[in-house]
């Protein structure tokens, strides 16, 4: 959903929010240097205590698929059935993400920041990528575009070389958010740059595009 290449996991990362999902174990296993914030995983405390929290998180991720899974199946039409062909694929995917989120997490909990946006607990420039998935824009229903700003400024304060946020559509609507381009033109007037890239990944209608975020000194 990302377009991510192996070159553009080089550097550490960052993924905001990183929920139950399996991105920071399988990045792990790849040798990435990988952080996941979210406000759901515990407080800063005994690792044993922590890891005990963060898979109790993945196994109630695992029920929630189940109810996730059932809500896209009323919903198929608002989906395109290719990368998962069907929505038992989708759910099969979404527990084994669950999974993996829970083994990895319980065993290694210092990777796992309790942070939430528009505030993270890093310097500037702390880490080289940041990846947001299904927060921004997809809640713009609930959450309005003054959010939207702060979020995305904070994003790219933490990050060396770019941030993507993926997707750009509301959740159980048609078309990507309204508000995108004048979120956009007022990074731009604070010296960031936009890129609106394609990504292969198809699930959500319309959901088709990646935000690519760079400070513009890093663009030369």
């Known amino acids: 959903m ?10 550490s990362v960052l993924d905001c929010p990183g929920g139950a ?5 399988e990045a792990r296993r790849a040798g990435v240097d990988v952080v996941a914030v979210d406000p759901t995983y515990p407080p800063a405390g005994p690792a044993a205590e922590r890891g005990r929290a963060l898979r109790a998180l993945g196994e109630h991720a695992a029920a929630e698929a189940e109810r996730g899974s ?12 290719t990368f998962f062909p069907t929505p038992e694929d989708h759910l099969a995917e979404r527990l084994r993400a669950a999974a993996a989120f829970a083994a990895h997490a319980s065993s290694e909990p210092d990777h796992y920041v309790q ?5 993270l607990p890093f310097a500037d420039g702390a880490v080289d990528l940041v990846l947001c998935s299904h927060l921004l824009f997809t809640y713009a229903d609930r959450l309005d575009d003054a959010f939207h700003l702060a979020a995305l400024r904070e994003l790219v304060r933490v990050a060396r070389r770019e941030v993507r946020v993926f997707p750009l559509v509301v959740v159980g609507g048609g078309g990507e958010h309204a508000g995108l381009g004048a979120l956009l033109e007022q990074l731009a007037a604070e010296a960031v740059t936009a890129e609106l890239r394609p990504t292969d990944y198809r699930f959500q209608r319309g959901a088709d595009r ?3 975020l760079r400070p513009r000194m890093i663009d030369g």
């Not at 999902?21 to 174990?25: D, I, L, V």
């Open 2 to 11: 990302f377009d991510l290449a192996d070159a553009d996991l080089a550097g």
């Open 21 to 25: 999902a399996s991105f920071t174990a």
């Open 70 to 81: 059932a809500w896209a199946r009323e919903r198929a039409a608002d989906f395109a059935w």
């Open 115 to 119: 942070a939430s946006l528009p505030r």
């Open 210 to 212: 990646v935000l690519v």
